[in-house]
Every structure is written in structure tokens, then in C-alpha cells.
């Protein structure tokens, strides 16, 4: 398994632009989570998905940032507009329940730049 | 003006020594237990978890233990390797049927030659 699919790797924009970024999950996982780290904050937790349907997006900053799951293998977070605040690597992660475990497989991340 | 992130707490240690790297968490309701190992510039990967019902669980040259009673966590590694070095998260879940987990600010280990 290739594990989790992220892109772009790098995305460097301007103030105002829309930036979207992309995410495939491990095949099978019915959850999926959308993360933000930045030094000053840490991990954290934006939205997370089950079955494809949104379950809590209560980490979700403001109205600017959004995030659909059309498919069990597709997902994306948008901001729109962006501003240099959002500047930060951003995450998804997926799992599986199996028993009582939780463990969330994390991809390599979205390194993005906002001027 | 200069910016203020994070204070990491750090560790370092020789190569060969071993490692203990502590944890608190909050939530005594928590029952399940994770540790993530994110080395520069990738995700957060995997390490070992236990479940509340355990004490201690051992992988390869790691070990985690559990104490529930103080709301504690550690991770031990035996016989510390340069690539050790890297930013360690714990993260606790399974709160009733919340899948969500929290993840603790992290330590930086680095492995001195």
C-alpha cells in the first residue's frame, strides 16, 4: 500500500489567492483527518470525515477554509481566500477501526507558503 | 519581530544509551494510547500504541508503559540510533466514540554521535 497520498508537496502563493489541496487515503480506512501544524500551535485537528460524511469541523478556523470528500478515496481542503496565516503544513491522515484502536496513518504533508 | 513557538522540551542522549521520553495526558477517560515519531520535514508516523487495559507493551526496541493512575505515558528506546533523532508525539483516543486524538506538544530527541 502507498499509503497516504497528499499534493502538492510544496504550494507557494500570494494573498488572496485560492489554494486547495489534495488527499488520498489508505484504501479501506473510513475515516479520514485533515491536520494543520505550525510552530507556534503544534497539531492541529481541522475536520475529520467517516464513511465520507464531515463529523466534526469544529478545528476548522474560519469561513475561508472548507473541505469536501466526494469519494472514499478523495478528499480536499480549500481556503479561499488564503492569507499569510495560513501559512503551515497541513496534514491528512486516515484509519480504520480495528477493535478498540484508533491509529491514524499520517501522509507527508502540504508545505504551504501564503505571501 | 522575532516570533515565539513552541517550547519543544528536548532530550538528547549518546548513541547506544538508551531513551525515555515522558508523556501526560488529560483525559482519564482515554483508552487508547498512541506514539508518533515525525522526523524533518515528514508525517507524523507510527510508532506502538496500548490500550488502557495494559501496562506495558514492547515492540522492537521500543517499549511503552501506562500508568493510568497518574494520567502518565513513556516511551523507552533501547540502544538509541542517529536516526532516532526526531520530534516525538504522544496521543491519546478512544474516548467513548470520539476518534478523534489529541496529540501532546511533542519532544525533540537528538542523538549525539
Known amino acids: 500500500d502507498a499509503g497516504v497520498i497528499q499534493s502538492p508537496r510544496h504550494e507557494v502563493t500570494e494573498m488572496g489567492q485560492e489554494v486547495t489541496l489534495r488527499c488520498k487515503p489508505i484504501s479501506g480506512h473510513d475515516y479520514l483527518f485533515w491536520y494543520r501544524q505550525t510552530m507556534m500551535r503544534g497539531l492541529e485537528l481541522l475536520i475529520y470525515?467517516?464513511?465520507?460524511?464531515?463529523?466534526?469541523d469544529s478545528g476548522m478556523p474560519e469561513d475561508r477554509f472548507s473541505a469536501k470528500m466526494p469519494n472514499a478515496s478523495f478528499s480536499t481542503l480549500k481556503i479561499q481566500p488564503s492569507e499569510p496565516r495560513d501559512s503551515a503544513v497541513y496534514f491528512c491522515a486516515s484509519s480504520f477501526r480495528i477493535g478498540r484502536s484508533d491509529t491514524q496513518y499520517f501522509g507527508p504533508g502540504t508545505r504551504l507558503t501564503v505571501l | 519581530g522575532e516570533s515565539v513557538g513552541l517550547h519543544l522540551p528536548t532530550l538528547s542522549v549518546q548513541e547506544g544509551d538508551n531513551s525515555i521520553i515522558n508523556c501526560a495526558y488529560s483525559n482519564s477517560a482515554s483508552d487508547y494510547f498512541i506514539w508518533y515519531k515525525q522526523e524533518s520535514g515528514k508525517g507524523p508516523q507510527f510508532i506502538i500504541d496500548?490500550?488502557?487495559?495494559?501496562d506495558k507493551r514492547q515492540g522492537q526496541r521500543v517499549t511503552v508503559l501506562l500508568n493510568k493512575t497518574v494520567k502518565h505515558l513513556s516511551l523507552q528506546i533501547a540502544a538509541t540510533q542517529p536516526g532516532d533523532s526526531a520530534v516525538y508525539f504522544c496521543a491519546e483516543g478512544g474516548s467513548g466514540s470520539a476518534r478523534q486524538l489529541t496529540f501532546g506538544s511533542g519532544t525533540q530527541l537528538t542523538v549525539l554521535p
Open positions: 470525515f467517516n464513511n465520507n460524511v464531515p463529523i466534526d
Open positions: 496500548i490500550r488502557s487495559n495494559m
